[in-house]
């Protein structure tokens, strides 16, 4: 449940409450009609009674006449008598019929009202079940708003504690790794000194930024991945100006040896125990850290083997120069 749903429901709430004073005032209005026709009915039944002395007077002369046509024999005597009996019942008979006939439309007139006030009287009785059911709605939508609103205060509340924390241990972790690379990078200055001294001038040796580079033909025979007597001999020799400064670092930092090889784009040849340039380059890789596990007792967990086959040259240009040159194995000394 939403405000804007509570603001809908409250309105046609509004609205109900216009349209059943609307229904209140219509029934009022007919129940006045209703006493003014009963008041109407009332006089018409007065009059009807009135009407009644007329016929008590009308048998009395129907009496009276039968009295005097015993008694008188004058023919004119008793045709002035007849007629001004049969004068009186007209007269008679004509109101009777008008008070029935208005009776009867005033009982009609009466039976509709009555049947209006029904009806206005079920809308009245629909429309107060109905405003029932909103006020239960609107006050079930009211708890269900509280209800989201304090479990969104929750959340948020544990939301900001947990980003707090992670904000803390993220510092920390950023300080830590900041104090490890500050001090990984005073081991890894001494580790390019030496390896400096160790490589410069060896053909086939190059330093590329961070990375010792060296040429596949130096440490592999072509299209191999065992490494050579050469091979052999200069892997050994990083190894143990490595393990010379590894025994000097501090426990807390989290260094790794990282062995990176790479191919020319030209495809294996047939026959070739190797698939793609891609096994040949990982191949290599993973021969180098082997020896450097396996012979020359360096922890595992801190040599990383990994091949990228032709996919990222040095040199991109179509020449047997800028092949040999992307034909190599990268050493790099990093954090983990």
């Known amino acids: 449940a939403t405000t804007q749903e509570l603001q809908e429901a409250l309105l046609r709430l509004k609205n109900r409450e216009i349209k059943l004073a609307q229904l209140q005032t219509d029934l009022e209005m007919a129940q006045g009609s209703l006493r003014a026709k009963a008041a109407e009915l009332q006089s018409t039944q007065s009059r009807l009674e009135e009407v009644l002395p007329l016929r008590e007077a009308l048998a009395r002369a129907i009496s009276e006449q039968t009295t005097l046509e015993e008694k008188l024999t004058d023919a004119e005597t008793e045709a002035a008598l007849l007629a001004t009996a049969q004068g009186e019942l007209s007269k008679a008979e004509a109101i009777s019929t ?196 396996n012979e020359q007792g360096m922890e595992p967990s801190r040599l990383s083997a990994n091949g990228f086959g032709e996919f990222q040259p040095l040199n991109p240009e179509d020449t047997p120069a800028a092949r040999a040159q992307n034909r190599r194995i990268e050493l790099k000394l990093t954090e983990r």
């Open 98 to 293: 008008e008070a029935q006939r208005q009776m009867a439309l005033l009982s009609a007139e009466v039976g509709e009202l009555r049947a209006q006030i029904g009806g206005l009287q079920s809308i009245l009785d629909d429309a107060r079940r109905r405003d029932i059911d909103n006020n239960v709605k609107i006050t079930n939508l009211g708890s269900d708003l509280n209800m989201a609103l304090a479990q969104a205060a929750s959340e948020a509340r544990k939301n900001l504690v947990l980003e707090t924390v992670e904000k803390q241990r993220l510092a920390e972790e950023a300080a830590r790794l900041a104090i490890e690379a500050k001090s990984l990078g005073k081991y890894k200055s001494e580790f390019f000194g030496r390896m400096r001294g160790l490589l410069e001038g060896i053909e086939g040796v190059q330093i590329v930024g961070d990375r010792f580079v060296f040429s596949s033909e130096v440490l592999f025979p072509s299209g191999g991945a065992d490494l050579s007597v050469r091979g052999r001999r200069d892997i050994a020799n990083v190894s143990k100006i490595l393990q010379d400064i590894a025994d000097q670092m501090p426990s807390g930092i989290d260094w790794i040896l990282q062995v990176d090889g790479h191919t020319d784009d030209q495809a294996v040849l047939p026959g070739s125990e190797w698939g793609s340039n891609w096994e040949l380059s990982q191949a290599r890789a993973l021969s180098i850290v082997l020896f450097l596990a």
